[in-house]
C-alpha cells in the first residue's frame, strides 16, 4: 500500500496538519520537526497524491502545451525554455501536438481541459478563435505563442514577424539581389506577417515581388521547399535571392539549388527563419532570422504563471521579442551585382 500523511504523521508522533504543511514549506513548522518529517518521508520514499491534492487546492500544477508540430525544432526549444521556468515553480509540462490538423487541435485543448490543466499555451493551427470558448468558460488561462487571431483579445508571445521578414529581405538587397523571391508558408499570422515583411522590403528597394507558397506541415517543410525552389528555377530570369519562411523550408531550398547545381551564394543567396542549431552545420551555412526560441518559451512561462496566479483578471497582453539576424555562407556573395 502506498504511505499515506497519515502513516507518517502517526510514526512519528504529529498531526496530519504538521505533516502537510512541511510539504507545503509553511514557516510555522520548526527546524527539528521538518528534518524529521522530510527524513521519514525519504525513508519511506513518499510520494504526494497528487489526484488528491488537486481536489483540495483545486490546482493541478500542470500547464498543457500545445504544438502544431513535434519534429520542427523551434517548438523543441520553445518547450525548452518553459521547462527551464515551470520546473523551478513546480509545475510539470503536458505536450500534446495537433500535427497541423485543427479538428486534432480542438480534441486535444479539451482533453487538457479535462485533466484541469492550471493553464494552456498554445501554438495555434486553427483559422479563428473558437477553440478557446470552452478554456474561457472554465476560466483557465491560456496564451497564444507564434500565431494570433485578429480581433481575440488574448494574451500572445511571439516573434515580430512583420520585422523579420523585412530584415531577411534587407539583408539581401544589401548583398547586392536585385531579384529576390519569397517561399510563403503556410496560412497563419507568422506567414502572413513574414510576407508583409518582405513584401515592404521588395518595394521600398523598387523591386518586383516574387512569391511562391509552401503550405504545409513542418515535417514537410523541407520537401515543399525543394519543389518551391524549382518552380523558381523554372522562372526566366530566375531569382538571384530568395527569403524562405522558416528554416526547414531553407534547407529543402538549398538542397534543390545544390541538386540544380546552382551556385549558392553567387547565383542565387538564401535565408531562412529560426536559426536552427545545426543551420550552421549544412553543406552550405545558412544565414536566418534567429526568433530566440528558448527566451520565447521562458517568457510564454512568466505569463501563464502570472495569469494562474493573478487575483483579478487583467488586460490581455501582446508580446513581440526582437529577430536578430544571424549571417552565415549562404548569403555572403563574392561579388556584389
Not at 470558448?133 to 480581433?151: C, H, M, S, Y
Not at 519562411?245 to 538564401?270: M, R, W, Y
Not at 487575483?311 to 521579442?321: H, I
Request: proline share 4%.
Amino acid at each position: 500500500m502506498p504511505v499515506r500523511l497519515k502513516d507518517i504523521a502517526v510514526e512519528l508522533g504529529v498531526s496530519v496538519v504538521t505533516v502537510s504543511k512541511v510539504l507545503r514549506n509553511h514557516s510555522d513548522i520548526s527546524l527539528e520537526t521538518r528534518n524529521r518529517v522530510l527524513e521519514r518521508m525519504k525513508q519511506l520514499n513518499y510520494r504526494p497524491n497528487l489526484a488528491a491534492r488537486a481536489l483540495v487546492t483545486g490546482k493541478t500544477n500542470m500547464i498543457g502545451f500545445v504544438v502544431p508540430d513535434l519534429l520542427h525544432p523551434f517548438f523543441a526549444e520553445v518547450a525548452k525554455g518553459l521547462t527551464k521556468i515551470l520546473r523551478k515553480r513546480g509545475y510539470c509540462l503536458v505536450i500534446a501536438s495537433s500535427e497541423e490538423d485543427p479538428e486534432l487541435e480542438k480534441q486535444e485543448i479539451e482533453h487538457l481541459l479535462a485533466r484541469r490543466v492550471d493553464a494552456l499555451i498554445v501554438a495555434s493551427t486553427q483559422v479563428n478563435a473558437n477553440s478557446f470558448a470552452q478554456a474561457e468558460e472554465q476560466k483557465t488561462p491560456f496564451v497564444l505563442i507564434d500565431r494570433f487571431f485578429e480581433g481575440l483579445s488574448a494574451n500572445f508571445i511571439g516573434v515580430d514577424d512583420e520585422k523579420a521578414g523585412y530584415m531577411a529581405t534587407r539583408h539581401l538587397i544589401e548583398q547586392g539581389c536585385k531579384r529576390i523571391a519569397h517561399i510563403r508558408g503556410p496560412q497563419g499570422s507568422s506567414a502572413l506577417g513574414r510576407e508583409l515583411g518582405y513584401r515592404h522590403a521588395v518595394k521600398e528597394a523598387g523591386q518586383e515581388e516574387i512569391v511562391v507558397a509552401s503550405a504545409s506541415m513542418d515535417d514537410q517543410a523541407d520537401a515543399r521547399g525543394y519543389d518551391a525552389m524549382n518552380t523558381l528555377l523554372e522562372l526566366s530570369p530566375r531569382p538571384d535571392g530568395v527569403f524562405c519562411f522558416n528554416d526547414p523550408n531553407a534547407i529543402g531550398a538549398l538542397t534543390a539549388l545544390l541538386d540544380a547545381g546552382v551556385k549558392i551564394p553567387d547565383e542565387i543567396a538564401v535565408i531562412g527563419v529560426g536559426n536552427l542549431h545545426y543551420a550552421g552545420l549544412l553543406r552550405v551555412p545558412l544565414s536566418s532570422v534567429d526568433q530566440d526560441s528558448s527566451a520565447l518559451g521562458e517568457e510564454a512561462a512568466k505569463m501563464a504563471l502570472r495569469l494562474i496566479e493573478a487575483k483579478v483578471t487583467s488586460r490581455p497582453k501582446k508580446v513581440l521579442l526582437e529577430p536578430k539576424l544571424v549571417i552565415r555562407t549562404s548569403t555572403l556573395r563574392n561579388a556584389q551585382k
